[in-house]
């Protein structure tokens, strides 16, 4: 997507931004550079991006007034050495040097409770510390980026179409989401423009990719609450639903699908109807376990009242996706896309948007069944590889936005000369963790894996 | 839920799962850096499908329960130390699994200061688990293989006559 840059000068940074997001520009993400720039990009209400670009090491914090932009400030300060003025206290995000655990809450008979970085089970790593009183949560205070392989980094000077692969193996279970967000941008600085038949061969894959995870979140949610026979069939519909991927794309979590300049991916029309057939009954097999676990009281009783993100939470915090939704915010990147076909859609919503873990939960069976109805339609027809045609002036930067299972990611490119200058993702998780932490206070200790489980963020794709 | 329980019953038959043999292992996972595939993949090896319990192959909540130490992703710098405290927390004897090709250093992406070069650079690895990430039959086969083996060696313990009941008849 062509990005619109504007300068800002430094003495005018907070000023400005704060302004544009009160004019109804969306916080997108904010990243620094080696050069000492630091560029805000705000999504307009049309879906179009903008960035913001100021030059200083020092310059005041937008915080206060931009909330969602916390981890990013944080973000900045550890890895380019930015110091944002009227951020305090200005606490360390993925620099870990510092050993001491400085202490947010004190009083009679707080207790902190220290979980991870290497958890119970099979789950990514990454540090919680809880302030209790007994099991009442008082405060989560998160340590994460134990995973970072520092990716962005490293893909700098690669040449822009091979650098995908940083994108894609931030996260396994959003491989397509961020590919095709580094694509979209990447494709931007060299001047490609996209067919037809690209834009709904990435269609496909970004709703199959959304299908399996969704049902990944329902059994994860069943299995905190302790309930087997739900977190199992739900286990068993994402098999059926990642062993589809591999019948027709050749892998289970989709790798190597999305290429930048073009699609490869072939699969002919008979093939894509029976694709059709086996999503429709996965999705109606999705239904059928949804309606039993709304007949199960004991498990209906654990997600209700639960997990709390108020609207006003989700829009402080920047919450995207699903989390957003279930809070009442009508936010979904697929809204009124132009580089992927997603014509007339609307983002799924509930009578109900009570931002508690029962409302996340339906979220899921209803965007499930939303997913359904369009893959049915954009597998009517066999799909073919194409190459992009070239005919766009090249850009100096470019950014890419989709809706990936968990939420709104956006990513900017800067290129030079065909290689990558500057590259930064922010996914739909890194967004969401700060509204986790917001959801959590309140609720009892034992609460926290379901909570946290009708979130599902990923690690891999914050720590990157 | 009865509903739930007939459909995983006839998904089961329909399966058709072998049986499984004898002996259990307990795995201990650590996620030393992954991209959420392979733990996505071990997750899904305990799904109707593949049902990795009935074969006795356990994830266990720590390493102190554990036999194997099951490691994904390439040892990042910030989990070198977790990891090994892990190590030197299980009982002798312990295994240590490379599951995935970054643990087993293979296409890293990433900076070199920020990982190592995968589980070998740290602990002596017994198991090897290929593939980006490797599916759940693959994790399955290789677990199993891992338990068939440790089976030989116990069986040849058990040479030794079992001590006399001491209960009263």
């Known amino acids: 997507m062509k990005l619109e840059v504007e300068r800002v000068p430094v003495s005018r940074w907070r000023e400005t931004v704060v302004e544009r997001v009160a004019g109804g520009s969306r916080f997108g993400s904010l990243h620094a550079t080696d050069g000492g720039e630091v560029r805000v990009l705000l999504v307009e209400p049309d879906g179009q991006c903008r960035l913001l670009s100021t030059s200083g090491r020092r310059l005041e914090s937008i915080v206060e007034e931009v909330g969602a932009a916390s981890w990013a400030e944080r973000e900045a300060h550890d890895l380019y050495g930015i110091d944002f003025d009227g951020h305090e206290p200005m606490r360390p995000l993925i620099d870990h040097s510092d050993g001491e655990w400085r202490v947010p809450v004190t009083g009679g008979g707080v207790h902190q409770v220290a979980v991870g970085p290497i958890h119970a089970g099979v789950i990514e790593s990454g540090h919680f510390r809880f302030h209790a009183v007994g099991e009442r949560i008082l405060l989560l205070d998160l340590r994460l980026f134990y995973k970072h392989r520092g990716l962005e980094r490293a893909s700098e000077g690669a040449p822009l179409g091979e650098a995908i692969v940083y994108a894609q193996r931030a996260c396994g279970t959003c491989a397509v989401a961020n590919s095709l967000a580094y694509t979209l941008a990447a494709e931007t600085v060299l001047g490609l423009e996209s067919r037809p038949a690209i834009v709904r061969a990435r269609t496909v894959l970004l709703e199959l990719e959304r299908l399996y995870n969704h049902l990944n979140d329902l059994s994860a949610i069943c299995a905190g609450v302790g309930f087997a026979a739900g977190s199992m069939a739900f286990a068993a519909l994402k098999e059926r639903a990642q062993r589809l991927n591999r019948a027709i794309f050749g892998h289970r979590f989709l790798f190597d699908t999305v290429t930048v300049g073009g699609s490869r991916i072939q699969v002919s029309a008979p093939e894509c109807r029976q694709a059709a057939g086996e999503v429709a009954a996965i999705v109606a097999d999705a239904a059928s376990a949804w309606r039993e676990l709304l007949f199960n009281g004991s498990v209906q009783d654990r997600l209700r009242g639960v997990g709390f993100l108020t609207r006003q939470q989700a829009v402080r915090t920047g919450a995207v996706g699903p989390v957003a939704r279930a809070s009442g915010l009508e936010q979904d990147a697929r809204t009124g896309s132009t580089e992927l076909s997603y014509t007339g859609f609307r983002p799924s919503g509930l009578a109900n948007p009570a ?74 998780s890194y967004a969401n963790w700060p509204g986790l932490a917001e959801a959590v206070p309140g609720n009892l200790l034992p609460e926290f894996p379901l909570i946290n489980k009708s979130f599902e963020l990923c690690y891999a794709c914050v720590d990157r | 839920m009865f509903v739930l329980l007939r459909d995983l019953n006839r998904l089961r038959v329909q399966i058709g799962l072998r049986r499984p043999g004898s002996g259990s292992l307990a795995i201990r996972h650590v ?130 006559p079992p001590p006399q009941s001491n209960q009263s008849p």
Do not use: W
């Open chain 2, 31 to 160: 996620d030393a850096g992954s991209c959420n595939a392979c733990e996505s993949e071990l997750n899904s090896a305990a799904n109707p499908f593949y049902d990795l319990q009935r074969f006795g192959l356990n994830v266990v909540a720590s390493p102190r329960h554990a036999d194997v130490l099951l490691i994904t992703g390439p040892v990042t710098r910030r989990m070198r130390e977790p990891l090994l405290r892990a190590y030197a927390a299980m009982p002798e004897p312990r295994l240590v699994a490379a599951l995935g090709d970054c643990a087993l250093g293979c296409n890293l992406l990433g900076l070199r200061e920020e990982q190592l070069d995968g589980v070998e650079s740290v602990l002596p690895v017994d198991i090897r688990i290929a593939g980006c990430p490797p599916s759940p039959d693959v994790i399955a086969t290789a677990l199993q293989a891992a338990l068939a083996g440790r089976g030989r060696r116990s069986s040849k313990r058990q040479a030794v």
């Open chain 1, 355 to 428: 931002g508690d873990v029962s409302a996340r939960a339906e979220l899921r069976h209803v965007e499930l069944q939303a997913i359904g109805r369009l893959l049915a339609e954009l597998l009517e027809d066999g799909l073919e590889p194409d190459q992009a045609s070239g005919r766009l002036r090249e850009q100096r930067m470019g950014c890419g936005r989709v809706e990936s299972p968990r939420g709104e990611t956006v990513c900017v490119v800067e290129g030079r000369s065909g290689r990558v200058h500057r590259f930064h993702l922010r996914t739909a």
